[in-house]
């Protein structure tokens, strides 16, 4: 059994594509579909309903009745999940290959020192329909934990897989990108393994700035996001790494951010 983790807060325009995305998936195994539907103010709960009801023995749905925001919308999700393996795709995101799921389902049966997999994506700018991928650079194979403190964002959330064994569903830092702290420490708990094929995509919904500076000036708030994550994550392992420690004395980020934002700001 997978578990597919969807949370989903307006997106009225996008989620019958996200959740259509899972439908189309063809797998020998089953899975389910679980649905955290924030107290949307478009249409977007009714959506969900009316998927769930024709697809009831695939799709879960959470109702809360007041909203939650997403990262406490995000914790209950996860932990409703039931499958071996747990897959995200939020529902402004979709999955383009129907066999997806069952070509990380069957790398991970293959490989159980690896905890997690993902792979890339296209990148759409909604703004402009601008479309590029989303690592347009060869990334190996195999992700080590320094690949995921010092490299930029390079794992779409839409193409995550990783074992719900061993993974602690009850670290939630409310102040800490949820994906990166499940990245981080799916890399502490295995391998993570790079797919290099296109099986999502990720919708960029940007202002007037170019979809390549727009994702380059993220990298800011993404590396301050790492930091404040680093932080949390000693205090969650009871200091059993000191990566933030470490970093911070060789001031890695400071560098990184000079060498990388600074230059194009």
Same mark, same amino acid.
């Given at each position: 059994?997978?578990?597919?983790?969807?949370?989903?807060?307006?997106?009225?325009?996008?989620?019958?594509?996200?959740?259509?995305?899972?439908?189309?998936?063809?797998?020998?195994?089953?899975?389910?579909?679980?649905?955290?539907?924030?107290?949307?103010?478009?249409?977007?709960?009714?959506?969900?309903?009316?998927?769930?009801?024709?697809?009831?023995?695939?799709?879960?749905?959470?109702?809360?009745?007041?909203?939650?925001?997403?990262?406490?919308?995000?914790?209950?999700?996860?932990?409703?999940?039931?499958?071996?393996?747990?897959?995200?795709?939020?529902?402004?995101?979709?999955?383009?290959?129907?066999?997806?799921?069952?070509?990380?389902?069957?790398?991970?049966?293959?490989?159980?020192?690896?905890?997690?997999?993902?792979? %890339?994506?296209?990148?759409? #700018?909604?703004?402009?329909?601008?479309? !590029?991928?989303?690592?347009? /650079? *060869? =990334?190996?194979?195999?992700?080590?934990?320094?690949?995921?403190?010092?490299?930029?964002?390079?794992?779409?959330?839409?193409?995550?897989?990783?074992?719900?064994?061993?993974?602690?569903?009850?670290?939630?830092?409310?102040?800490?990108?949820?994906?990166?702290?499940?990245?981080?420490?799916?890399?502490?708990?295995?391998?993570?393994?790079?797919?290099?094929?296109?099986?999502?995509?990720?919708?960029?919904?940007?202002? %007037?700035?170019?979809?390549? #500076?727009?994702?380059?000036?993220?990298? !800011?708030?993404?590396?301050? /996001? *790492? =930091?404040?994550?680093?932080?949390?994550?000693?205090?969650?392992?009871?200091?059993?790494?000191?990566?933030?420690?470490?970093?911070?004395?060789?001031?890695?980020?400071?560098?990184?951010?000079?060498?990388?934002?600074?230059?194009?700001?």
């Amino acid at each position: 059994m997978v578990s597919v983790d969807m949370i989903t807060y307006n997106h009225e325009p996008y989620i019958a594509q996200a959740i259509e995305g899972v439908l189309m998936q063809k797998t020998n195994f089953k899975f389910e579909l679980v649905i955290g539907e924030d107290c949307s103010t478009d249409r977007t709960r009714e959506i969900c309903i009316e998927y769930q009801k024709k697809y009831p023995e695939i799709i879960k749905l959470l109702l809360p009745e007041k909203n939650l925001g997403v990262v406490k919308n995000g914790d209950r999700t996860i932990k409703a999940c039931t499958g071996k393996y747990i897959a995200l795709c939020e529902g402004d995101d979709y999955w383009t290959d129907p066999l997806k799921l069952q070509k990380q389902v069957d790398f991970m049966e293959a490989n159980n020192d690896y905890s997690m997999c993902f792979h %890339n994506a296209y990148v759409i #700018n909604k703004r402009t329909n601008e479309k !590029k991928l989303f690592n347009e /650079k *060869k =990334i190996k194979s195999t992700i080590t934990p320094r690949d995921v403190i010092l490299k930029p964002w390079f794992t779409p959330t839409a193409s995550f897989l990783f074992r719900k064994e061993g993974y602690p569903l009850d670290a939630l830092w409310s102040d800490v990108n949820g994906d990166m702290q499940l990245l981080f420490i799916n890399s502490t708990l295995g391998k993570i393994h790079y797919m290099d094929e296109v099986m999502s995509v990720y919708n960029l919904f940007s202002s %007037n700035t170019s979809l390549s #500076n727009r994702l380059y000036l993220n990298y !800011k708030t993404m590396y301050q /996001k *790492k =930091i404040n994550l680093l932080n949390e994550f000693d205090k969650f392992t009871r200091n059993r790494y000191k990566i933030y420690t470490t970093v911070k004395r060789a001031g890695i980020y400071i560098r990184i951010l000079q060498k990388r934002l600074f230059t194009v700001m």
